[in-house]
């Protein structure tokens, strides 16, 4: 077994060569266009997707356009988003202000790709978190992005965190990466939002991030139970993408996958939410 396996590993390097992806600093890269100066505390509305590296496709580009003109989400949570050396193009995709944090640069098509995250205000704080482990046979990390904006009418902040969860390695790998990700969820005593591709295609997994959910106070996205088959799954796997929150009320009719949408491989999740102040 050990000798078929490192011959795939061989053969897999001879087509992606391992200086092909480069590593990056744990930075991001920021557009800022202020639509409003702080998230209205009585309706904000989520928009979380896997977009599998399509951006730059006409198909997923239009199902884009339409989300944002039928649903129009105030905080944007994409996965797997590419970015090419010339960041200037995404101008033209959104009207907002983002944040781009890229895992590696690839630089055989000079693109990053990593979470991209946007909203109608801009942060007042950003950090990316950038894994200690790579994936297998291409060697690269995964990221997550921190982001805290203001509340209207509230002395308090929402923090959110946009996260790409590790994939093919081995459990205490993932772990490690959750409990990072829990570390920096633990300092804020505010309302939350947690959202992402979090590969939860084992039981174990899922389980071990419901733990994290459970300490933290956090509770899932509750979605209709004929909508939830949809969320992408491997097999009779649990779902892999999620929105957890915190301090927020859940308008649970707005909670949506949009089933329709086939420009990635995972469906877009929907949730609006408003403010409550609660103590921790």
Do not use: C
């Amino acid at each position: 077994m050990s000798s078929i396996k490192q011959h795939v590993g061989t053969f897999a390097r001879k087509f992606v060569p391992s200086h092909r992806f480069l590593r990056t600093q744990e930075s991001t890269i920021d557009s800022i266009h202020v639509i409003q100066t702080a998230l209205d505390v009585q309706s904000i509305k989520v928009l979380n997707w896997n977009i599998a590296k399509k951006n730059y496709d006409k198909t997923w580009l239009q199902d884009f356009f339409n989300i944002l003109e039928e649903y129009q989400p105030d905080l944007i949570f994409l996965q797997e988003f590419r970015l090419d050396v010339d960041a200037e193009k995404v101008a033209e995709l959104i009207d907002m202000s983002w944040n781009f944090a890229p895992n590696f640069i690839d630089a055989h098509h000079q693109t990053y790709a990593g979470i991209f995250t946007a909203a109608k205000i801009s942060p007042l704080k950003k950090r990316a978190i950038i894994t200690k482990h790579y994936e297998p046979i291409i060697k690269t990390p995964k990221v997550s992005l921190m982001t805290e904006y203001p509340l209207s009418h509230n002395q308090e902040s929402l923090l959110t965190i946009n996260s790409h969860l590790i994939n093919f390695v081995n459990i205490t790998k993932f772990k490690t990466q959750l409990h990072e990700l829990e570390i920096a969820l633990s300092t804020h005593q505010g309302p939350i939002i947690f959202a992402g591709d979090f590969n939860t295609w084992s039981r174990k997994r899922a389980l071990i991030l419901y733990k994290l959910a459970t300490r933290l106070g956090l509770m899932p996205v509750a979605f209709a139970p004929h909508q939830s088959k949809r969320i992408k799954r491997f097999l009779l796997s649990p779902p892999l993408d999620y929105i957890f929150y915190r301090g927020l009320n859940e308008q649970k009719t707005s909670a949506k996958v949009l089933e329709h949408i086939h420009s990635s491989d995972h469906k877009p999740l929907l949730a609006e939410f408003n403010y409550i102040n609660l103590e921790y």
